[in-house]
């Protein structure tokens, strides 16, 4: 007789299993509600301790990014203003030239010339505060490498009349910023042996008689020291050679650099205004138009800035006492301001090489912020489409184990014998 197996069906660990696999799917259908809500793969660093420091470092690039544009916005701010300030003092300058013009008219008396003077002062100042004019944070526009608030000092008792308060010199860019202020000394300040600007004037040389000077040239730089020059006549000799004219004069360093310099001598027709090349200046060379006399002198001396040009041109225009005086002072003033507005307009061409570097700069900066936001996207966000597919499937799941655990629920003998 064959025996009878029985077995008894336990219904416990059915229910501890459909249990467990309900919570398990019910916090995958969370995890995945809150992914799709937030948009990101990676809502905490567990989720992918990869990807999160992925996104971390993107995330910090950008900032530094963000960090770096607004300091560079700074920046272009500044070397706007200063690029505008260069121009109001170019337009300035174009006044004052322009009245250094209507002032070498012959017919102006020596009043009218004074008052053209005093017009001229107040361009002078004018442009002086222009050169001292501060950014928005109240720092110099002209402050090169480092200066005083105010680098422009002057007009000064001692000698130069005006100096540069600070370290010349032109901060250099780099891969995410500009210098914030422009060089100054460059702008407004001379070299004499670069520039060559000096300013001629003469002793007074009476009405009737005439004598005026070229412009000083420099043809060699290594032989200019920035010393100053007093050229006095010292004779002038019509007969020993009938029909020429023999002009003796001295010409005096101050200070002595170059040691004594020997008397010269020149010549010319006497039945002509008279011109006489002078080059015992070490480096540098001028010339003498007219009829020179006996006791005549001619100083040069070198203008330190530009600011030093419009001082000499106002001091020798409003003292002048004729016409051949004030034709004197106008030719030397004209020369010199335009040679001041060359190097106002080199440093204004910097300036406007700085402010494209900065457009540059921001562009690149731009294209790496949208890499950097790429990187930063791929690391955490979340694919949308895949996201919703996977939310379905693990809702249908979800709704397939309930109605599995509702199944189970019945297991029981009771439900059986009934």
Do not use: C, W
């Not at 420091?53 to 701010?77: C, G, H, K, V, Y």
């Not at 053209?116 to 720092?139: C, F, M, P, V, W």
């Not at 016409?323 to 004209?334: D, E, G």
């Amino acid at each position: 007789m064959a025996g009878t197996s029985f077995s008894r069906l336990s219904t416990a660990n059915s229910y501890d299993n459909a249990l467990r696999n309900l919570q398990t799917r019910q916090t995958a259908l969370a995890n995945l509600q809150e992914n799709l809500t937030s948009g990101k793969r990676v809502v905490v660093a567990s989720d992918d301790p990869t990807g999160a420091a992925q996104a971390e470092r993107s995330l910090t690039r950008m900032s530094r990014i963000a960090a770096d544009q607004r300091a560079l916005e700074a920046q272009r701010n500044s070397i706007t203003q200063a690029e505008g300030t260069l121009g109001d003092i170019t337009d300035a300058l174009q006044n004052f030239r322009e009245l250094m013009v209507s002032a070498g008219n012959g017919s102006h008396t020596p009043a009218e010339r004074k008052t053209i003077a005093l017009q001229l002062t107040g361009l002078r100042e004018q442009i002086l505060s222009y050169s001292n004019r501060k950014d928005t944070n109240g720092l110099p526009l002209f402050g090169a490498l480092a200066s005083g608030p105010v680098p422009i000092q002057g007009p000064q008792s001692t000698d130069p009349d005006y100096s540069f308060d600070g370290l010349p010199g032109q901060r250099v860019s780099n891969e995410v910023a500009i210098p914030f202020t422009l060089d100054g000394d460059s702008a407004f300040m001379h070299q004499t042996a670069r520039d060559g600007v000096y300013n001629v004037t003469l002793s007074t040389i009476p009405t009737g008689r005439t004598l005026q000077t070229s412009n000083v040239v420099v043809n060699n730089n290594a032989l200019v020291n920035g010393a100053s020059y007093s050229i006095a006549i010292t004779g002038v000799d019509t007969t020993t050679v009938p029909g020429t004219t023999t002009v003796t004069y001295s010409v005096t360093e101050n200070p002595s650099v170059s040691g004594p310099i020997a008397p010269q001598t020149a010549s010319y027709p006497s039945a002509q205004p008279g011109t006489i090349a002078v080059t015992a200046m070490p480096g540098l060379t001028l010339s003498m138009t007219g009829t020179p006399a006996a006791g005549d002198t001619i100083t040069v001396d070198p203008s330190p800035s530009i600011f030093s040009v419009m001082d000499d041109a106002i001091r020798d225009l409003g003292g002048a006492a004729n016409a051949n005086a004030a034709t004197q002072a106008v030719s030397q003033a004209l020369h010199n301001i335009d040679i001041g507005m060359e190097r106002i307009s080199a440093v204004r061409g910097q300036a406007g090489d700085l402010l494209n570097r900065a457009d540059r700069i921001t562009d690149n900066q731009s294209k790496r912020s949208v890499q950097l936001e790429a990187d930063r996207s791929r690391a955490e966000d979340l694919d949308m489409i895949k996201g919703v597919a996977d939310f379905q499937n693990q809702q249908t799941g979800y709704q397939a184990a309930l109605q599995s655990y509702a199944q189970v629920q019945k297991l029981s003998l009771f439900n059986y014998i009934s």
